[in-house]
Protein backbone atom coordinates (compact mmCIF):
# COMPACT_ATOMS: atom_id res chain seq x y z
CA UNK A 1 0.00 0.00 0.00
CA UNK A 2 1.19 3.01 -0.93
CA UNK A 3 1.51 5.99 1.54
CA UNK A 4 -0.91 9.50 1.08
CA UNK A 5 -2.44 11.90 2.29
CA UNK A 6 -6.01 12.49 2.88
CA UNK A 7 -7.30 14.35 -0.12
CA UNK A 8 -10.56 16.06 -1.53
CA UNK A 9 -10.73 12.81 -4.08
CA UNK A 10 -13.46 10.98 -3.07
CA UNK A 11 -13.64 7.29 -3.42
CA UNK A 12 -17.00 6.28 -1.96
CA UNK A 13 -20.20 8.24 -2.05
CA UNK A 14 -23.39 7.17 -0.24
CA UNK A 15 -26.12 8.85 -1.35
CA UNK A 16 -29.76 9.06 -0.38
CA UNK A 17 -29.85 5.55 1.31
CA UNK A 18 -33.12 4.56 3.03
CA UNK A 19 -33.64 0.88 4.67
CA UNK A 20 -36.59 0.05 6.49
CA UNK A 21 -36.94 -3.82 7.68
CA UNK A 22 -40.63 -4.46 9.07
CA UNK A 23 -42.33 -1.29 10.63
CA UNK A 24 -38.59 0.11 11.49
CA UNK A 25 -37.27 3.24 9.54
CA UNK A 26 -33.51 2.70 9.96
CA UNK A 27 -32.12 5.23 6.84
CA UNK A 28 -34.40 7.95 6.46
CA UNK A 29 -31.88 9.29 3.69
CA UNK A 30 -28.29 9.08 4.59
CA UNK A 31 -25.96 10.78 2.53
CA UNK A 32 -21.55 10.94 2.85
CA UNK A 33 -18.56 10.87 0.84
CA UNK A 34 -15.57 9.31 2.04
CA UNK A 35 -11.90 10.66 0.73
CA UNK A 36 -8.88 8.73 -0.03
CA UNK A 37 -6.65 8.57 2.39
CA UNK A 38 -8.78 9.34 5.49
CA UNK A 39 -10.56 7.00 7.92
CA UNK A 40 -13.90 8.38 8.55
CA UNK A 41 -15.44 7.83 12.44
CA UNK A 42 -19.39 6.21 12.37
CA UNK A 43 -20.92 7.13 15.49
CA UNK A 44 -25.01 6.14 16.57
CA UNK A 45 -26.99 5.42 19.12
CA UNK A 46 -27.83 1.11 19.25
CA UNK A 47 -29.65 0.24 17.05
CA UNK A 48 -28.97 3.46 14.58
CA UNK A 49 -27.84 1.41 11.77
CA UNK A 50 -23.88 1.90 11.56
CA UNK A 51 -23.59 -1.86 10.71
CA UNK A 52 -26.12 -1.51 8.17
CA UNK A 53 -24.54 0.92 6.34
CA UNK A 54 -21.10 -0.98 6.01
CA UNK A 55 -23.35 -4.44 5.21
CA UNK A 56 -24.66 -2.26 2.75
CA UNK A 57 -22.11 -0.84 1.07
CA UNK A 58 -20.72 -4.75 0.19
CA UNK A 59 -24.09 -5.26 -0.74
CA UNK A 60 -25.05 -7.62 2.50
CA UNK A 61 -28.32 -5.08 2.52
CA UNK A 62 -29.61 -3.84 -0.62
CA UNK A 63 -31.31 -0.06 0.41
CA UNK A 64 -35.08 0.77 -0.17
CA UNK A 65 -33.88 3.74 -2.16
CA UNK A 66 -30.66 5.52 -2.89
CA UNK A 67 -27.17 5.28 -4.17
CA UNK A 68 -23.62 3.96 -3.19
CA UNK A 69 -21.15 4.92 -6.13
CA UNK A 70 -17.69 3.25 -5.98
CA UNK A 71 -15.12 3.08 -8.72
CA UNK A 72 -18.35 4.40 -11.74
CA UNK A 73 -20.39 1.92 -10.19
CA UNK A 74 -23.53 1.91 -7.88
CA UNK A 75 -23.36 -1.19 -5.57
CA UNK A 76 -27.05 -0.97 -5.07
CA UNK A 77 -27.59 -2.59 -8.71
CA UNK A 78 -24.72 -5.09 -9.21
CA UNK A 79 -25.74 -8.88 -8.94
CA UNK A 80 -23.91 -11.52 -6.66
CA UNK A 81 -21.19 -11.72 -9.24
CA UNK A 82 -20.41 -8.00 -9.70
CA UNK A 83 -20.19 -8.07 -6.02
CA UNK A 84 -18.03 -10.43 -5.84
CA UNK A 85 -15.41 -8.29 -7.45
CA UNK A 86 -16.31 -5.13 -5.07
CA UNK A 87 -15.41 -7.16 -2.32
CA UNK A 88 -11.98 -7.78 -3.29
CA UNK A 89 -11.30 -3.92 -3.16
CA UNK A 90 -14.03 -3.34 -0.02
CA UNK A 91 -11.85 -5.61 3.20
CA UNK A 92 -14.47 -5.77 5.93
CA UNK A 93 -13.23 -6.41 9.33
CA UNK A 94 -15.78 -8.15 11.19
CA UNK A 95 -16.98 -7.58 14.64
CA UNK A 96 -16.15 -11.33 15.88
CA UNK A 97 -13.04 -11.29 13.48
CA UNK A 98 -15.06 -14.35 11.32
CA UNK A 99 -12.23 -16.67 10.85
CA UNK A 100 -13.71 -20.03 9.20
CA UNK A 101 -13.04 -22.33 12.81
CA UNK A 102 -11.69 -25.23 10.96
CA UNK A 103 -8.83 -23.69 9.22
CA UNK A 104 -5.66 -22.68 10.72
CA UNK A 105 -4.79 -18.72 11.12
CA UNK A 106 -2.04 -19.71 7.69
CA UNK A 107 -4.84 -21.34 6.10
CA UNK A 108 -7.67 -18.02 6.86
CA UNK A 109 -5.50 -15.75 5.20
CA UNK A 110 -4.86 -17.58 2.35
CA UNK A 111 -8.05 -17.73 1.33
CA UNK A 112 -8.64 -14.68 -0.65
CA UNK A 113 -5.21 -14.96 -2.30
CA UNK A 114 -5.88 -18.73 -3.31
CA UNK A 115 -9.79 -17.59 -4.37
CA UNK A 116 -8.51 -14.18 -6.05
CA UNK A 117 -4.77 -14.13 -7.38
CA UNK A 118 -2.52 -16.36 -9.41
CA UNK A 119 -0.41 -16.29 -6.71
CA UNK A 120 1.86 -19.73 -6.09
CA UNK A 121 1.97 -21.37 -2.76
CA UNK A 122 5.23 -19.45 -1.93
CA UNK A 123 4.33 -16.34 -2.87
CA UNK A 124 1.04 -17.08 -0.49
CA UNK A 125 2.75 -18.18 2.13
CA UNK A 126 5.73 -15.19 1.79
CA UNK A 127 2.34 -12.64 1.93
CA UNK A 128 0.64 -14.49 5.22
CA UNK A 129 4.46 -14.07 7.40
CA UNK A 130 4.18 -9.99 5.68
CA UNK A 131 0.11 -9.37 7.34
CA UNK A 132 0.97 -11.94 10.68
CA UNK A 133 4.70 -9.92 10.97
CA UNK A 134 1.94 -6.56 10.44
CA UNK A 135 -0.22 -7.31 13.37
CA UNK A 136 2.42 -8.69 15.70
CA UNK A 137 1.26 -12.19 15.51
CA UNK A 138 4.58 -13.91 13.84
CA UNK A 139 4.80 -17.99 14.09
CA UNK A 140 0.95 -17.84 14.60
CA UNK A 141 0.88 -19.68 11.10
CA UNK A 142 -0.54 -23.44 12.13
CA UNK A 143 -2.45 -22.23 14.82
CA UNK A 144 -6.62 -22.70 14.89
CA UNK A 145 -9.50 -20.05 15.99
CA UNK A 146 -9.83 -22.13 19.07
CA UNK A 147 -6.58 -21.63 20.67
CA UNK A 148 -6.67 -17.63 19.73
CA UNK A 149 -6.91 -14.86 22.42
CA UNK A 150 -10.39 -12.82 21.37
CA UNK A 151 -8.07 -10.03 20.55
CA UNK A 152 -5.69 -12.10 18.38
CA UNK A 153 -8.82 -13.40 16.35
CA UNK A 154 -9.79 -9.87 15.35
CA UNK A 155 -6.58 -8.76 14.75
CA UNK A 156 -6.09 -11.88 12.28
CA UNK A 157 -9.64 -11.26 10.97
CA UNK A 158 -8.23 -7.78 10.31
CA UNK A 159 -5.00 -8.83 8.35
CA UNK A 160 -7.40 -11.55 6.32
CA UNK A 161 -9.43 -8.12 5.26
CA UNK A 162 -6.49 -6.52 4.16
CA UNK A 163 -4.33 -9.37 2.43
CA UNK A 164 -5.69 -8.50 -0.87
CA UNK A 165 -4.61 -4.53 -0.63
CA UNK A 166 -8.33 -3.22 -0.85
CA UNK A 167 -8.94 0.27 -1.79
CA UNK A 168 -11.31 0.71 1.23
CA UNK A 169 -11.33 -0.87 4.69
CA UNK A 170 -14.90 -1.21 6.65
CA UNK A 171 -14.37 -1.49 10.33
CA UNK A 172 -17.39 -3.23 12.31
CA UNK A 173 -16.95 -2.14 15.95
CA UNK A 174 -13.33 -4.26 16.08
CA UNK A 175 -12.70 -2.89 19.67
CA UNK A 176 -16.02 -4.48 20.90
CA UNK A 177 -15.72 -6.84 23.81
CA UNK A 178 -12.07 -6.31 23.69
CA UNK A 179 -9.90 -5.70 27.30
CA UNK A 180 -8.12 -2.23 27.18
CA UNK A 181 -5.00 -4.07 26.42
CA UNK A 182 -5.58 -5.94 23.48
CA UNK A 183 -7.78 -2.70 22.49
CA UNK A 184 -4.78 -1.04 22.31
CA UNK A 185 -2.91 -3.75 20.09
CA UNK A 186 -5.18 -3.48 17.88
CA UNK A 187 -5.41 0.30 17.43
CA UNK A 188 -1.92 0.11 17.00
CA UNK A 189 -2.63 -2.07 13.94
CA UNK A 190 -4.44 0.14 12.73
CA UNK A 191 -2.64 3.02 12.66
CA UNK A 192 0.25 1.28 11.43
CA UNK A 193 -2.34 1.08 8.33
CA UNK A 194 -3.19 4.62 8.86
CA UNK A 195 0.57 5.69 8.12
CA UNK A 196 0.58 3.72 4.85
CA UNK A 197 -2.39 5.44 3.69
CA UNK A 198 -5.69 3.47 3.81
CA UNK A 199 -8.52 4.86 3.42
CA UNK A 200 -11.87 3.57 6.19
CA UNK A 201 -14.80 3.74 7.77
CA UNK A 202 -14.72 3.18 11.63
CA UNK A 203 -17.94 2.66 12.88
CA UNK A 204 -17.71 1.92 16.46
CA UNK A 205 -19.14 3.27 20.67
CA UNK A 206 -15.57 3.90 21.64
CA UNK A 207 -15.09 8.21 21.28
CA UNK A 208 -11.53 8.41 22.53
CA UNK A 209 -10.41 5.91 19.98
CA UNK A 210 -12.42 7.09 16.95
CA UNK A 211 -10.40 10.88 18.13
CA UNK A 212 -7.39 9.12 18.28
CA UNK A 213 -7.44 7.77 14.61
CA UNK A 214 -10.14 9.44 12.71
CA UNK A 215 -9.45 12.24 10.38
CA UNK A 216 -13.41 13.46 10.17
CA UNK A 217 -16.22 11.99 12.22
CA UNK A 218 -19.76 11.24 11.01
CA UNK A 219 -22.96 11.44 13.75
CA UNK A 220 -25.97 8.89 12.80
CA UNK A 221 -28.87 10.38 13.98
CA UNK A 222 -32.96 9.43 13.63
CA UNK A 223 -31.67 7.76 10.52
CA UNK A 224 -30.07 10.67 8.91
CA UNK A 225 -25.78 11.55 9.01
CA UNK A 226 -26.55 14.66 11.51
CA UNK A 227 -23.13 15.79 11.86
CA UNK A 228 -19.98 15.25 9.56
CA UNK A 229 -17.02 17.48 10.17
CA UNK A 230 -13.26 16.87 11.76
CA UNK A 231 -12.10 15.36 14.83
CA UNK A 232 -11.11 18.93 16.06
CA UNK A 233 -14.49 20.89 15.28
CA UNK A 234 -16.30 17.99 16.23
CA UNK A 235 -14.88 18.26 19.61
CA UNK A 236 -15.45 21.80 19.80
CA UNK A 237 -18.85 21.43 18.42
CA UNK A 238 -21.89 23.12 20.78
CA UNK A 239 -24.57 21.17 18.96
CA UNK A 240 -26.51 19.08 21.85
CA UNK A 241 -26.46 16.39 19.67
CA UNK A 242 -22.70 16.10 19.02
CA UNK A 243 -22.44 16.85 22.95
CA UNK A 244 -24.89 14.64 23.91
CA UNK A 245 -22.29 11.88 21.97
CA UNK A 246 -19.46 12.37 23.54
CA UNK A 247 -20.57 12.38 26.58
CA UNK A 248 -22.46 8.91 26.26
CA UNK A 249 -25.32 10.06 27.02
CA UNK A 250 -27.53 8.34 23.74
CA UNK A 251 -25.67 4.92 24.39
Keep these: ?11 LNVRGIHKTFGNKRVHQGVSFDLRAGEILGLFGGSGSGKSVILRSIIGLEKPDQGEILFEDLNIVDLTEDELMKVRTRIGYVFQ ?5 DSLTVEENLSYPL ?3 TNFNPHQIHERVNQMLELIDMKNSNQLLPNELSGGMQKRAGLARAIILEPKIILFDEPTAGLDPVNTKRLIDNVKKLKSTGITGIFVTHDIPTAFEIADRIAILYNGKIHTLDTVENIKKSKDEIVQSFISGALE
Design 96 to 100: NGALF
Design 1 to 11: MAATKASHEVV
Design 114 to 116: KAH
